[in-house]
Nanobody, 125 residues
């Protein structure tokens, strides 16, 4: 069974840090394009960060660039999102997601196939 399971969310004060983890099972994560997506209440989902499988390109949404860092541990079949200098506007449910052979659509929300259940991140001011 293909599965993505996120963990590491929680409540943190502004300026704090969290590291989200996403463990994959049923498939090999390094063969896929990988993304972290978030959805705040009343808002649409947005891609926060992603990794291209084909060339290792990284993407960060403007508001998180310099504060968030995406990485993978292939031995553990896990992808991480290190989030530093958190702000109240980072409050959202965070999802990891993946898709295979996406090519130029490696960071396109609507092209991802597998989704985790999400983990809540709440940043207090």
């Amino acid at each position: 069974e293909v599965q993505l399971v996120e963990s590491g969310g929680g409540l943190v004060q502004a300026g704090g840090s969290l590291r989200l983890s996403c463990a994959a099972s049923g498939f090999t994560l390094e063969d896929y394009d990988i993304g972290w997506v978030r959805q705040a209440p009343g808002q649409q989902r947005e891609v926060v960060s992603c990794i291209s499988n084909s060339d290792g390109n990284l993407y960060y949404e403007d508001s998180v660039r310099g504060r968030f860092s995406i990485s993978t541990d292939n031995a553990k079949n896990t992808v991480y999102l290190q989030m530093n200098s958190l702000k109240p506007e980072d409050t959202a449910t965070y999802y990891c997601t993946s898709g295979i052979d996406l090519g130029s659509a490696w960071c396109t929300l609507t092209r991802y196939d597998h989704w985790g259940q999400g983990t809540q991140v709440t940043v207090s001011s």
